[in-house]
C-alpha cells in the first residue's frame, strides 16, 4: 500500500493506494523543517521507514538528515514546490539514491502570512491556498 498523508495545521488527511507491495519503504516528506516535518521523518524512521526530507533550504535538510543516521537512511533534497523543475528533479534524485519507489509522502509544506487576514490582499490568499492546497 502506498499512503498520501497532508497536514493542515492541527488536521491530518490521509488516503492509501493500493498499487503493488514493497518490501522497502520510503517516505519523502515535503516540507521536512525543524518542527512537524522532522517530528514526521523521526517517526518514518523508528518505524523502519527510509526518509526523503524536501524543502526549499538544501542546507537546512542535509543537516536535519545528518541528525538522523546514516545517509541510507535519511537524505535531504532542495524542492521549491512551486517549480513544477524542482519537483520533477527531487523526484528524480530520490529515485536514484535510494533506488526505490516512494511508498509514502507527507505533504507539509505551507505558505502563510504574519498579519491579520484583513490586511491579505486577494493575492496573498490565492498564493497561500494553492501552495498548501496543491503545491
Request: hydrophobic share 45%.
Amino acid at each position: 500500500a502506498h499512503h498520501i498523508i497532508m497536514y493542515f495545521g492541527n488536521i491530518i488527511a490521509a488516503a492509501s493506494i493500493s498499487i503493488m507491495p514493497n518490501t522497502q519503504r520510503l517516505a519523502a516528506i515535503v516540507g521536512a523543517g525543524p518542527g512537524n516535518g522532522a517530528a514526521f521523518a523521526r517517526k518514518f524512521l523508528a518505524e523502519g521507514y527510509k526518509v526523503a526530507l524536501l524543502s526549499r533550504k538544501l542546507d537546512a535538510m542535509t543537516d536535519l538528515a545528518a541528525t538522523m543516521g546514516s545517509t541510507e537512511l535519511a537524505k535531504g533534497y532542495a524542492c521549491d514546490v512551486t517549480q513544477d523543475e524542482d519537483v520533477n528533479t527531487a523526484m528524480a534524485s530520490i529515485q536514484k539514491d535510494f533506488g526505490v519507489p516512494i511508498t509514502t509522502v507527507i505533504y507539509n509544506a505551507g505558505s502563510g502570512g504574519f498579519k491579520p487576514m484583513e490586511q491579505w490582499t486577494p493575492a496573498e490568499v490565492t498564493n497561500a491556498a494553492n501552495i498548501n492546497a496543491a503545491g
